[in-house]
C-alpha cells in the first residue's frame, strides 16, 4: 500500500467521506476535522486544514490553505496560500490566490478571481471579477465584471472599500483608490479618484446616438 493510499484510509477511519478514495491525490499533509466530504478528482498540495462540515466538489486544487467550518468549495476551484472564514462557499470556477483572507459568510461565485487581498465577513463577489490587492469592509458587494485596476505599469497599488458600499456591474477602480461606506458605484463606471461615504458616484460618459454622415433617417 502506496503512502498517499494511508494517509486516505487514515482520513476514512477519522470519518472523512471520500466519495471515490481512488481519485484523490494528496501530495502533502491533509487534516480533516469532522464531517468533511471530498469530491472527486481533487488535488491537496502543501499543508492543508480543513475543518468541521467542510465539503469540496469536484476537480478542485487547494494548496497551503486553511477552509473554515461549514465552507464550500464548489467544483473546478483552485485555493493557493489563503485562509477561508467559515460558512463561506467559493465558486464553481472560483481562483484564490496567495496572500489572500476570506472572513466568515463571504461569497465567491463563478469566474472570480481574487488575489492578496482580505474580504471581510458578509461580503459578495459572485461573477466574473477580479479584485487584487484590495481591502473589502463588510457587507460589500461587487457587481459582474467589476474589476481592481491594481498595477500601473510600475508598481501594484491598493484599493480600499468601506463596509456596505455596493459596486454596481463593469466596474473599474483604479488604484490607488477609496471608496467611502455606504457608497454606491454606478454601474459601468471607471474611477481614479476616491468615492465618498453614503454617496451614489457616477463616473461615465454620457449616452448619445449619432447618425452617420453617409445614412439618412428612414422616414
Same mark, same amino acid.
Given at each position: 500500500?502506496?503512502?498517499?493510499?494511508?494517509?486516505?484510509?487514515?482520513?476514512?477511519?477519522?470519518?472523512?467521506?471520500?466519495?471515490?478514495?481512488?481519485?484523490?491525490?494528496?501530495?502533502?499533509?491533509?487534516?480533516?476535522?469532522?464531517?468533511?466530504?471530498?469530491?472527486?478528482?481533487?488535488?491537496?498540495?502543501?499543508?492543508?486544514?480543513?475543518?468541521?462540515?467542510?465539503?469540496?466538489?469536484?476537480?478542485?486544487?487547494?494548496?497551503? +490553505?486553511? @477552509?473554515?467550518?461549514? $465552507?464550500? &468549495?464548489?467544483?473546478?476551484? /483552485?485555493?493557493?496560500?489563503? =485562509? *477561508? #472564514?467559515?460558512? %463561506?462557499?467559493?465558486?464553481?470556477?472560483?481562483?484564490?490566490?496567495?496572500?489572500?483572507?476570506?472572513?466568515?459568510?463571504?461569497?465567491?461565485?463563478?469566474?472570480?478571481?481574487?488575489?492578496?487581498?482580505?474580504?471581510?465577513?458578509? +461580503?459578495? @463577489?459572485?461573477?466574473? $471579477?477580479? &479584485?487584487?490587492?484590495?481591502? /473589502?469592509?463588510?457587507?460589500? =458587494? *461587487? #457587481?459582474?465584471? %467589476?474589476?481592481?485596476?491594481?498595477?500601473?505599469?510600475?508598481?501594484?497599488?491598493?484599493?480600499?472599500?468601506?463596509?456596505?458600499?455596493?459596486?454596481?456591474?463593469?466596474?473599474?477602480?483604479?488604484?490607488?483608490?477609496?471608496?467611502? +461606506?455606504?457608497?454606491?458605484?454606478?454601474?459601468?463606471?471607471?474611477?481614479?479618484?476616491?468615492?465618498?461615504?453614503?454617496?451614489?458616484?457616477?463616473?461615465?460618459?454620457?449616452?448619445?446616438?449619432?447618425?452617420?454622415?453617409?445614412?439618412?433617417?428612414?422616414?
Amino acid at each position: 500500500m502506496n503512502n498517499m493510499r494511508k494517509k486516505i484510509d487514515f482520513l476514512i477511519e477519522q470519518g472523512v467521506v471520500f466519495v471515490d478514495p481512488s481519485r484523490v491525490d494528496i501530495r502533502g499533509d491533509l487534516v480533516c476535522g469532522k464531517n468533511v466530504v471530498i469530491d472527486i478528482n481533487v488535488i491537496f498540495e502543501g499543508s492543508v486544514k480543513l475543518k468541521d462540515n467542510v465539503l469540496i466538489g469536484a476537480n478542485c486544487i487547494l494548496e497551503d +490553505s486553511v @477552509i473554515g467550518a461549514s $465552507s464550500k &468549495i464548489k467544483p473546478f476551484s /483552485l485555493i493557493e496560500g489563503a =485562509t *477561508i #472564514g467559515s460558512n %463561506t462557499f467559493i465558486g464553481p470556477y472560483g481562483r484564490i490566490r496567495p496572500g489572500t483572507i476570506l472572513e466568515d459568510f463571504v461569497q465567491i461565485g463563478n469566474f472570480v478571481e481574487i488575489k492578496n487581498s482580505v474580504i471581510k465577513s458578509n +461580503s459578495r @463577489i459572485n461573477h466574473l $471579477s477580479f &479584485i487584487g490587492d484590495s481591502d /473589502l469592509g463588510r457587507r460589500v =458587494t *461587487i #457587481g459582474a465584471g %467589476t474589476i481592481t485596476c491594481n498595477h500601473n505599469g510600475i508598481k501594484i497599488n491598493r484599493t480600499r472599500v468601506g463596509e456596505n458600499a455596493y459596486i454596481g456591474s463593469g466596474c473599474n477602480l483604479i488604484a490607488p483608490i477609496e471608496i467611502g +461606506s455606504n457608497a454606491t458605484i454606478a454601474a459601468g463606471s471607471t474611477l481614479d479618484k476616491d468615492a465618498p461615504c453614503d454617496h451614489l458616484t457616477i463616473a461615465r460618459a454620457r449616452q448619445k446616438s449619432i447618425l452617420p454622415s453617409n445614412k439618412s433617417v428612414k422616414k
